[in-house]
């Protein structure tokens, strides 16, 4: 039965949640932008040693800067993008497609009574976490 990409988000986001999920994406951009930045005014301020110093001081800022920013997973999967929720629903169908329902619910129900297709599933949402958004996974709290 052909589901919706909504649906399947939300019942990643159900697992995400039962199992307290939260995830760090390194915003790497950010950083490098930090570094580079400072390492400019630095250089423009104290010439060749200035860019050292400068290149020092933000890439410490700019990893303090991206570090720790952990958000709950349900939140991270609803804010991607529509492009990387169709990844990450061929992913999860992959996985479900043989399973025999008649709505989300039941879907969700089936999904939830049975451990094993409920470790496939997490293991992927947390293998696409990693891969596509390069995102430190954590649990609990």
């Known amino acids: ?3 919706d990409v909504n649906d399947v988000m939300h019942l990643l986001c159900h697992i995400s949640e039962e199992r307290k ?10 950083g490098a932008l930090v570094v580079g930045a400072t390492a400019f005014v630095g250089g423009l301020m104290g010439g060749p040693p ?18 720790g920013q952990f958000k709950p997973v349900p939140q991270i999967i609803l804010e991607l993008p529509p492009a990387e929720q169709q990844k990450l629903y061929d992913d999860a169908f992959a ?17 939830m009574g049975n451990a094993a297709i409920q470790e496939k599933l997490a293991a992927g ?10 995102a430190e996974i954590r649990y609990g709290e």
Request: glycine letters at 12%.
């Open 1 to 3: 039965m052909p589901i």
């Open 21 to 30: 999920m939260k995830a760090a994406v390194k915003h790497s951009g950010q």
């Open 50 to 67: 200035g860019i050292a110093i400068g290149g020092a001081v933000g890439g410490l800022f700019g990893a303090w800067m991206t570090a």
């Open 95 to 111: 996985i479900i497609r043989n399973l025999d329902w008649t709505d989300v619910a039941q879907l969700t129900a089936l999904v």
């Open 125 to 134: 949402l947390i293998t696409y976490l990693s891969r596509e958004l390069r």
